[in-house]
């Protein structure tokens, strides 16, 4: 099994959710609102009154397969919005209990 974490920009969640939804990813999942952070393009997501932008989180157990096909779809979102920021990563999970 695998974990994807995907970090965006929350003015795009909709879009993420229709690329997720696109390759039947968009049903298990656990989502993070408000994470702050700062990407080499996006520029900072801080939830001030200086930085206003936030992004969410979302992380995604799934089989091997899926997970390769979550990261294409994220592929996808970040040639289209790339400047509003989105991001994975995916690693290998050992055990769920």
């Given amino acids: 099994m695998k974990a994807v974490l995907i970090v965006y920009n929350v003015a795009i969640h909709d879009e993420v959710m229709e690329a997720l939804g696109s390759v039947d990813a968009a049903e298990h999942f656990t989502r993070i609102e408000r994470v702050i952070g700062q990407g080499a393009t996006s520029g900072p997501h801080y939830g001030t ?41 995916r690693w290998t999970i050992d055990e769920v209990t």
């Fill in 49 to 89: 009154h200086v930085w206003p932008a936030f992004n969410s989180a979302l992380l995604i157990v799934t089989e091997d397969g899926k997970a390769g096909e979550i990261l294409e779809s994220v592929r996808g979102l970040r040639k289209q919005l790339g400047k509003e920021g989105i991001k994975a990563f």
